[in-house]
């Protein structure tokens, strides 16, 4: 799989995967207008679907106009109503647990525990045989898949970084920090893993080079960091 990020903050994500047959856009959290030249991509014809954890607007921007553009787009019936989606031939409801195929790409959704109702995508390429791991906004994840190729996981802050007790507060109830993020990491099958991407790093509460580093300490894998 290639795993390119197109923006990975509180500003807005998205990230492109592809297997060389089949391409799809994971969160649509910018304007289209950005999406389109940061990816450099016609949509619809080079995108076959999006897929998106989440109503919040730094997940779900475009979702509206992405479907109005041709996209087929895979989210929660939250996500589309929050969006003012009530009906669209291109919106894709999705259920956790349950799973969908676009082009030569399976995914199963998982259950994320955040302050709205989010997934998590766990990704099977039937073209590469690869299977990627997609976990963000959560500060939880109850699965323990095998056999990942590609982790996508979101370390968002460092505790010691955040001073404001009310704020603390809310960061545990609905994002993982670094600690839980390597807590995880170390508790799952990580033998054939290729590559880990940290995601969705707090502008005020990271360090950058600092989570590479443990991160890359703790798993012995390489990291890149999802940058905006």
Avoid at 51 to 60: E, F, G, M, Q, R
Avoid at 79 to 108: C, D, M, P, Q
Avoid at 158 to 168: N, S, Y
Avoid at 188 to 208: A, G
Wanted: net charge positive; proline share 3%; with cysteine.
């Amino acid at each position: 799989m290639k795993i390119k990020p197109v923006a990975s903050s509180s500003k807005g994500n998205a990230y492109l995967v592809s297997d060389g047959k089949t391409t799809i856009l994971l969160e649509c959290g910018l304007p289209l207008k950005d999406l389109k030249r940061r990816t450099n991509f016609t949509v619809p014809s080079e995108i076959a679907a999006c897929l998106v954890t989440h109503c919040h607007n730094d997940h779900a921007k475009s979702l509206k106009d992405m479907l109005n553009a041709g996209v087929d787009c895979y989210a929660l019936k939250d996500t589309f109503e929050s969006k003012g989606v009530t009906e669209h031939h291109r919106a894709k409801n999705i259920e956790i647990n349950k799973l969908y195929t676009v082009g030569t790409f399976n995914f199963i959704t998982l259950e994320m525990k955040h302050d709205v109702p989010c997934v998590g995508f766990l990704i099977h390429s039937k073209e590469t045989g690869e299977r990627l791991l997609l976990a963000t906004d959560t500060y939880l994840i109850k699965y323990a898949p095998k056999d990942l190729d590609y982790i996508m996981i979101e370390a968002n802050y460092d505790v010691r970084l955040v001073e404001d007790d009310a704020l603390k507060n809310r960061l545990f109830k609905s994002h993982m920090g670094i600690d839980t993020t390597i807590t995880y990491l170390k508790s799952i099958d990580l033998s054939k893993v290729k590559q880990i991407y940290l995601m969705h790093l707090s502008s005020r509460h990271s360090n950058e080079e600092d989570f590479k580093k443990r991160v890359q300490a703790a798993t012995g894998k390489p990291v890149v960091v999802c940058k905006e």
